[in-house]
């Protein structure tokens, strides 16, 4: 599948583990049918990613972060390579790198996210997650109206720490938000690195193995923690459900809303990820959330949709 990194950054920058955007979805425009349909696709991609996230914070106490986040990577990778049985023999030298650093920055993403999620609300660690593909779309477009974009997502993640956010009066966790934007960090890396692969290797071959490499790469991390689950059936059901939830439902449904609408419209869409963690947080973890975080999630918001939709048009099949 031929990607684009544009300069819309939630159009690029799908969740982790999802397809990266197709620069050819910006050259037709849908109509209003397919633009819904594509609307409800992508809203229900957000909401089984962040319902994953939920559910894998339910494997914490006994696998910890980086073992829920193997358990993951882990079973999505072999569904994924059961179903699309890349041709891995005929991979050039080339192609094996540019999966493999998809596979490193995939992992990176969600290890140090669950990590973050193990300290933050659900709301808050997406939100200040978004600063990486915000940061790096104003980096590649260098135009003074996408670094505006990127200083009210800063102003917005700067306006969590005004007042405690964290519950029960506590403020929010130090290395929590250090996680967070390390993982944000990986996220960037996530979309150049997605964007390449997916141009080295053809169809959905490149993703498989580089879920792989990911799981492999978490591997000495992980291992103890995920290995619990082992004499627990009811936490290996929570592993396949995080798995199914996080990774193989959002990147199905994501495919197919990039097939209905432009590049620009799923850019918009992807947008409210931080509004619809913040809203998952509150009604399947009972995570309170304040008015002045409220806020800084809607500067979030408006900020990824501001990028969405200023950004500039590339021609299809492109790669800006």
């Known amino acids: 599948m031929t990607t684009s990194v544009s300069l819309a950054p939630a159009a690029a920058a799908s969740s982790p583990g999802a397809p990266v955007a197709s620069g050819s979805s910006g050259s037709s425009p849908a109509t209003g049918g ?34 829920a986040t193997l358990l993951r990577l882990g079973i999505a990778a072999a569904v994924l ?51 990486g593909p915000l940061t790096l779309a104003a980096a590649l477009s260098r ?66 193995v580089a879920m792989t490499a990911g799981a492999l790469v978490l591997l000495p991390f992980g291992a103890h923690g995920a290995w619990q689950v082992a004499a627990r059936p009811h936490l290996l059901l929570i592993a396949l459900g995080t798995a199914a939830l996080a990774s193989v439902l959002p990147y199905t449904l994501e495919l197919a809303a990039m097939r209905r609408a432009p590049r620009r419209v799923f850019g918009i869409l992807l947008s409210l990820e931080p509004a619809v963690a913040t809203l998952a947080g509150w009604a399947l973890l009972g995570q309170r959330t304040g008015l002045v975080a409220l806020a800084a999630v809607t500067a979030v918001v408006l900020a990824s949709a501001g990028a969405a939709l200023t950004a500039r048009t590339s021609p299809a099949g492109s790669r800006s």
């Not at 596979?103 to 996210?113: E, Y």
């Not at 300290?119 to 939100?127: K, M, Q």
């Not at 005004?162 to 979309?191: E, K, M, T």
């Open 34 to 67: 397919r633009t819904g349909a594509a609307a409800a696709l992508v809203l229900g991609s957000c909401t089984s990613l962040q319902a994953g996230a939920a559910l894998a914070m339910r494997l914490f106490p006994v696998t910890g972060a980086p073992g």
């Open 81 to 131: 390579l059961a179903v699309t049985r890349p041709r891995v023999r005929a991979w050039h030298p080339s192609q094996w790198r540019a999966a493999g650093l998809y596979g490193i920055s995939l992992a990176g993403t969600n290890a140090f996210f669950y990590a973050a999620l193990a300290r933050l609300p659900l709301g808050t660690a997406v939100t200040i997650q978004f600063i």
């Open 143 to 208: 135009r003074w109206r996408d670094g505006c974009w990127v200083l009210l997502a800063v102003a917005g993640v700067l306006l969590l720490g005004l007042r405690p956010a964290g519950g029960a009066g506590r403020p929010l966790d130090p290395a929590g938000v250090a996680f967070a934007l390390v993982s944000a960090a990986f996220w960037a890396l996530y979309i150049v690195a997605g964007s390449r692969a997916s141009a080295a290797v053809p169809g959905r071959g490149g993703l498989a």
